[in-house]
Nanobody, 125 residues
Framework: QAQLVESGGGVVQTGGSLRLSCTAS????????MAWFRQAPGKEREFVAA????????LYVDSMKGRFTISRDNAKNTVHLQMNSLVPEDTAVYYC??????????????????WGQGTQVTVSS
């Protein structure tokens, strides 16, 4: 059964760090761009970061550049999101998503056809 499973969420204080992981059991993982999205309570799901199929190029929301780093290990079918200098506004459920194409064209969620169940990240002040 095709699926994406996130892990690594939790509660952290302001200024702390977390590393999220996503393990993929989907066809053609190595040919797909991967991304992280997040959704805070009462807000729409928003794009966080994406990485192309071979891990060479990445895409970030401007507000997260320098704090978040996306990476992937194609040998292990995993994607990671290293989050540093966390602030309460980063509190959200974080979702892993698989793109239909090898290159992420942008932040539109419609480009992604597989989604994980999400992992909760809570940043306390």
């Amino acid at each position: 059964q095709a699926q994406l499973v996130e892990s690594g969420g939790g509660v952290v204080q302001t200024g702390g760090s977390l590393r999220l992981s996503c393990t993929a059991s989907i066809q053609n993982f190595n040919s797909r761009a991967m991304a992280w999205f997040r959704q805070a309570p009462g807000k729409e799901r928003e794009f966080v970061a994406a990485i192309n199929s071979n891990g060479v190029s990445t895409l970030y929301v401007d507000s997260m550049k320098g704090r978040f780093t996306i990476s992937r290990d194609n040998a292990k079918n995993t994607v990671h999101l290293q989050m540093n200098s966390l602030v309460p506004e980063d509190t959200a459920v974080y979702y892993c998503a698989a793109n239909k194409r090898p290159e992420p064209r942008g932040s539109w969620h419609g480009d992604y056809d597989y989604w994980g169940q999400g992992t909760q990240v809570t940043v306390s002040s």
